[in-house]
């Protein structure tokens, strides 16, 4: 009996997309660019959080930034008047930037000057945890307003993400998020995730948050 | 010469999707009953706006719920707690609910015992507002936290929905939230969405809220 041609479009997308991953990496080490991807909900804060780092990293690392959005331009419009390069790019409707849009974007960069290029991902909990973008590190905020229950409905990114940046804790007077509670709830999905208690408004807990990111660069560097 | 034989997955999805909503709409019908497509980011207020409105709303409609997530059924039991018939509907990894998964879930509701049955969407901003549910009326929560930029980069969903309820306005002492700048990005995508000012934490705006979603039901179902 003749075996029936599968085409399974889901794993082939995937497995094309892991492939260009692997091809981004391969390029950022010819300039040794580390690449960060960050991900949050819409309106955690990740524009904030990059201004703020590349405010305190500044002395130490060259910092270049991606700013993925389905419209507008106006991240990125942000970081230039901060004078962090950036570049914006647009999806479409595509709901995630995947390895092949990094791709087409490198080339818009100048990765010889640029030590660690920080992608601004679209602000969505759900596909983009499910795509390899070619980033070294994932991290993902959630913010204060948004309640202590999210991994519980999100679980994918918590496990996918090296780092967790709790946002907007000058929030923590408003309501009634558990912080102990959503460490434990982290703690069951992924044990090894780092937890950053920040607040972009008053500063609280950028510095740490900062350096951690700085030793964890070098250390990542110096294994490969 | 041969005509290439294109076969486009995107499309056709959506044309078999389109077909099933019109079937969901069909089976509704024959109940009377309403179907209300609630869409937002994690952690705006979804299930929150729907304890509150049900409490507005008991003495004139009898209403159930489906709540879709990735994971979890946290919400499901919040609303039953509250004595407000609901279901889980569990998506696994995808990232929005589709008349298709409606189409499985009508069999678990006592529809001929149901005036608005209201859909609980997946946290997101992008995919959600790209699908035909079967619901006669799309909604859409925006919390004061998120910022008043989500227009420009999340432009289909505000185009797509009826009204919009701008959630946690408790939060307006604590930032630089511009509800005026916020009016006129929605009035530049969408001239007719309704907009509602509310605090599920305070009561604010709640009863205006009910008030226009009764009238609306009651306007939509006349007209067929």
Redo the contacts between chains.
């Keep these: 009996m003749k075996r029936v041609k599968l085409i399974q479009?889901g794993e082939d997308i995937e497995a094309d997309n892991r492939a260009e991953a692997a091809r981004v990496r391969h390029l950022l080490a010819e300039s040794s660019t580390y690449m960060l991807n960050l991900m949050s909900?819409?309106?955690?804060g990740k524009t904030s959080l990059i201004l703020k780092t590349a405010e305190v990293l500044k002395p130490s690392l060259r910092i270049a930034v991606v700013e993925a959005?389905?419209?507008?331009q106006?991240d990125a419009e942000k970081l230039l008047a901060a004078e962090v390069p950036a570049v914006q790019l647009r999806t479409g409707?595509f709901?995630h930037a995947d390895a092949y849009m990094i791709s087409k974007t490198l080339p818009e960069l100048e990765l010889d000057r640029t030590d660690l290029l920080i992608l601004e991902n679209?602000?969505?909990?759900?596909?983009p945890a499910?795509t390899d973008t070619g980033a070294h590190m994932n991290v993902m905020i959630l913010?204060v307003?948004?309640?202590d229950?999210?991994p519980?409905?999100?679980?994918?990114m918590f496990r996918r993400c090296d780092a967790l940046v709790v946002n907007?804790t000058?929030?923590l007077q408003?309501g009634d998020f558990d912080m102990e509670e959503l460490r434990r709830r982290v703690a069951h999905l992924n044990p090894d995730m780092q937890i950053f208690e920040v607040s972009c408004k008053t500063g609280r807990g950028l510095a740490e948050w900062s350096e951690w990111l700085l030793r964890k660069i070098g250390e990542d560097e110096a294994r490969h």
């Design positions: 479009i909900s819409p309106g955690a959005d389905m419209d507008s106006i409707g709901c679209v602000g969505n909990l759900i596909c499910q913010s307003p948004e309640g229950d999210k519980l409905k999100y679980p994918l907007k000058d929030y408003m």
